[in-house]
């Protein structure tokens, strides 16, 4: 039986996040700023389809990569759906308001 060496892991690379510090904060308008991030979220369940499809298929090399990027994707789900719930009662405070 050949026992498979611990091998030193490699260092995370994160990924600019939707709405990260270097973005122009003074020049952003709310249509950019909700474009970018979509965007991001677009792209980050593409990579968890594809990780998935990877794992799959049996053509996995790092299975704590794989659970990263589901977990990425799974939480910037949660916080898109959150964030519409949020805008969705706001509108209709404001559309309830009396003048």
């Known amino acids: 039986m050949f026992i498979i060496p611990i091998q030193p892991m490699k260092q995370m690379v994160f990924t600019q996040g939707a ?3 270097e973005t122009k904060r003074e020049n952003t308008s709310f249509q950019s700023a909700l ?17 998935a499809y990877l794992l799959a298929s049996g053509n ?12 990425k994707a799974e939480t910037m789900v949660q916080t898109a759906t959150q964030i ?7 509108y209709k405070e404001i559309i309830n308001i009396q003048i």
């Open 19 to 21: 709405l990260s510090a």
């Open 35 to 51: 474009d970018t991030a979509i965007n991001a979220l677009s792209e980050t369940q593409s990579r968890a389809r594809q990780d």
């Open 60 to 71: 996995v090399d790092n299975i704590a990569e794989i659970m990263i990027n589901t977990l």
């Open 84 to 90: 519409t719930t949020r805008v969705i009662n706001a």
